[in-house]
């Protein structure tokens, strides 16, 4: 077997690399009432119109269909350029307000991120840094960590990647106290202006987290000043993923894989609900 | 380069496959207001809460964020097991009302659908029957038309396989008469109960078309009777994709590529809208 | 039994007024999924999250509850001065884009509509034009319809009153095809400039109708152009009550009443579902 | 003046008495996003799809608008009788979870409570207590202290009433802690079962208290168990109104008064969002 020229046989060595037996990891969190998000959100919730045993058709066939409302910042999510702007401009250099009127961002909305089928690498900070459960509560990881962290796992991070960083932080996802992930008063590890800036001049397609907000919060400072969404999505557009789960690609070892992601085409939006995938595979 | 038994060198094939040059198929239909969908079901809706300007942080950064809502089963999406009954049962045997209490379907919720990495193939069926751009409104696609379908392509339909049924009619989607794609009144080209039967018997994964409600709906009927549901949800376990975009994998000719499907996690639900992808090599 | 200076006796002829017999006609029309409403508003949606039997209380109590979605310019409802803008500048004078900034209009949004306990009157105009089941599809009711209509009856309107005004196009709203009460194809009776301008001159409240857009409008044109809106809640201050339940008020002859309105207090919102009421002693 | 026989001048003693200069006291909260509430129930939240300046129609008007997504028990609100059942049963003795079939109660939903035009009085509980500002958390509002009340007022309790009981509780409703209010962990107070039961033998019509749940809960237990519910929903026919703004009222001195509520007619709805209104006469 063999890549060839020819695209028919390029896709078989793509068929035969999958049928040789992939494992999927999911990097998606559950959606489900009451989940840990921002409060600057519309949370989920979900009911059932229709249930069994509602109405029976002739044939003794019946359907049972379901309502969301959410925001697009809930759950496991990707960023559209338009959700940030600095000094009223967005990515491409228009004016903020002038491209949301009508309500919806008909240039860089949620509809213009292409799905990615993309190398993805993980960055397992914490392993690197000798406190594999996590970084501590508001700790900044800088790009010297994520070098370390590259350099320990024998990962290179290439242009057009997706790199996601572990932080540790997404085993407070399922905690009984939804407070803890959200984490206002503890702070959240995450990186800052200068790892957006590391991961930026990598040349990564998109950068993700196991945490909420992405990026560094100090305790009880919340949103108030958010520099890696400025860098990453104004300034040098590149993409970020919230509330990744990647704990079990982390227990597993797996630092290198075939990232997909499919945002929901929501025209005009400033983020998409996502359920990421890694896959490897495994013969 | 060749698979090996390494879990490394099998993801390398795999990223060096689709290094070699992607070509990523969108088949998902963008969400926008307005759009066709069935009555029955809570139409998508979207605003902004938040808009650029609204709110500046102290550093001149600003966010804005969005508000969804919507049934599961707009735009195009995936039918989980839990969507249909038979008789008072769902697929795994269980009493369908009981498995709906509570408000949300624990066991074979949408949160309960597997991401899908496959083998998946497109039966251009109006192509075959000679009238490409689609078939006629109301028309039962029969197993003979499918299996004429894959002679003429060369494709073979695989257990395993997520296999897409052109019918054409997804030219209307966008059609200013929005009732045109729900063609209740002139009835819907798709499969019905023999077509359903003979793809639960190549022992696919997963079924898609085009259309709304996937399988032939008669003039003037509606949903009234769903055979197609009926044997590939509740009897043989078979997924229904809907609403799903066909043309332009069509119009390139592609019958067999790697397909893509990321539902989101809705713990409990009916469905999931999704942006399936289908990925070839292109060289 | 008379009216004192004291407080309390005063409550008591109205209590004593009231406890004599009254009737509370429902102005309202029932919130129903499917009902008729203009395409330009979240349309109305009801469902169940939870029902009764899904968690039972250890002492063998359950509750069931509700969500709801919907725009607030559906069903029977009140426009806030907030609603219209004319060359950019609301009501009160200030600029329409600054004053929603936000995603809320914090002067003159739906809480700062007080409630309303007025007298209330009803003009039953296809009544006086000699067609009583209704004016025709698109017809504008003139000044001198609304003054022949008050003369016919004997109703005087008195400034700070509710003015109703019967096109009797409220039949239709139970119609089995829900676009003939939209009527967009067909017109929809109601005042124009002219009729609104009159309303104001009167020095009236509010104005209600028993169409969706209050105002006439001729066939095919919709909402393209609203000038009885423009007058009323832009130039003069009058509120607008539309889609409300009048025949039966004219049926019964009722063209003076206590008129009860009390819209939900949303914060910053451009409208409020209400349910108003008129109220008359029996004896 | 006088009440005749004559309905027209018994409308005339109404509206005079009304022209003769009312206050309304304004018994309902402000829908705002974050407000308290029951974490059992979907969130309010309220958005604007269209803003002043999205769209300018030819002649310079343009229209804002509003998407709303909330639970019904959620502010101030009224419970149907749907929303409560005991050991499997409604008031009108039917199967709870039947009623239910269908996503909306046909016979006991929203829809079916009459608009109040009725006496209202308020039962100033903690000024009788001695404690003006509140009960203290917790606190269970016995039979003793109703009638206590009621007496230190003057005021009778009559057949066909509704009787608003203020706690005082509803000062923390505006608190920044917004879990104050919802009370959980300190308990809330109110009436229990001895209290619902004398007022269910008065043969109120509705009750209302400035808390979330009504009646007492005690500390950390939440809506484990909710007798009150049980006996006025389930067993006796009386309305339970939540949330009430009563501190005005209270402050006033008013405790008697005409109490007019018109819930939203939901259709099937297991309760509605309200703005309950006291009016008196000044003079």
């Given at each position: ?10 896709t ?8 040789a037996?992939?494992r ?13 998000q921002?409060?600057n ?11 069994h045993?509602d109405?029976?058709r002739?044939?003794?066939?019946s359907?049972?269909?379901?309502i ?38 008909a ?53 057009g ?9 997404g085993?407070l996802?399922g ?9 206002h ?20 397609h998109a950068a993700?987290?196991?945490t ?6 100090r305790?009880?400072?919340g949103?108030s ?8 999505l ?10 990744m ?9 797996v ?21 990421p ?7």
């Open positions: 077997m063999s890549t060839t020229t020819s695209p028919a046989s390029g078989q060595t793509l068929l035969a690399a999958v049928s037996g992939t999927v990891y999911d990097l998606g969190r559950r959606l489900s009432i009451g989940m840990p921002s409060p959100h519309p949370p989920f919730w979900h009911a059932l119109p229709r249930r045993g109405a029976v002739v044939d003794g066939g359907a049972a269909n379901d969301i409302t959410m925001g697009t910042h809930v759950g496991t999510h990707i960023d559209a350029f338009s959700h940030v702007s600095q000094d009223g401009r967005l990515f491409d250099g228009s004016d903020a307000a002038d491209a949301g009127r009508g309500g919806r961002f240039e860089l909305g949620a509809h213009t991120i292409a799905p990615m089928v993309r190398r993805g690498v993980l960055l397992d900070v914490p392993a690197a840094l000798g406190t594999p459960d996590g970084c501590v509560p508001g700790y900044e990881i800088t790009p010297q960590d994520l070098t370390r962290t590259a350099e320990r796992q024998g990962t290179q991070v290439r242009p990647d997706v790199v996601l960083i572990r932080s540790g932080w085993r996802f905690d009984a106290d939804r407070t803890r992930f959200v984490g008063d503890s702070g959240v590890p995450g990186v800052g202006e200068a790892g957006a800036t590391w991961l930026a001049d990598q040349g990564v993700g987290a196991d909420i907000a992405f990026e560094c919060l305790p009880g400072a949103h000043v958010l520099p890696a969404h400025r860098v990453l104004v300034e040098r557009g590149v993409y970020i993923i919230e509330t789960a990647l704990e079990e690609l982390a227990a597993a070892g630092h290198e894989f075939l990232f997909v992601l499919s945002p929901l085409a929501i025209f005009g939006a400033t983020g998409s609900p996502v359920r995938l890694a896959v490897v595979v495994d013969a």
